[in-house]
């Protein structure tokens, strides 16, 4: 039905920057709010920052003014752009999104399969 796939995780140094990539593709009618979660070893999921279909964002306090979410509609992806990353950054990050599929009425929610970002001290 919905797939998404995030791209651009890896390995870097405390002080520098990644952007990841999220791609929905299949039976998309709209896609309402996205939004980037993440889950460190040992710790519960978390939201990082959330972006609507009219581009309202918000962050977790902890990433306000390094990371900065943003999204292209006709290509159905989010983007986070991650500046001055520190050590506490890293974690698995999820792309998720709000979805209602084609000759439907309803949204429900889908999930990429993550990927790590490891920032180094």
């Known amino acids: 039905q919905v797939q998404l796939v995030e791209s651009g995780g890896g390995l870097v140094q405390a002080g520098g920057s990644l952007r990841l990539s999220c791609a929905a593709s299949?039976?998309?009618?709209?896609?309402?709010?996205m939004a980037w979660y993440r889950q460190a070893p040992g710790k519960e999921r978390e939201l990082v920052a959330e972006?609507?279909?009219?581009?309202?964002?918000d962050y977790t306090d902890s990433v306000k003014g390094r990371f900065t979410i943003s999204r292209d509609n006709a290509k159905n992806t989010v983007f986070l752009q991650m500046n001055s990353l520190k050590p506490e950054d890293t974690a698995v990050y999820y792309c998720?999104?709000?979805?209602?599929?084609?000759?439907?009425?309803?949204?429900?929610?889908?999930w990429g399969q993550g990927t790590q970002v490891t920032v180094s001290s």
């Open positions: 998720n999104a709000r979805v209602r599929l084609r000759m439907s009425d309803r949204y429900r929610f889908y």
């Open positions: 299949g039976t998309i009618g709209s896609i309402d709010a």
């Open positions: 972006i609507t279909s009219r581009t309202s964002t």
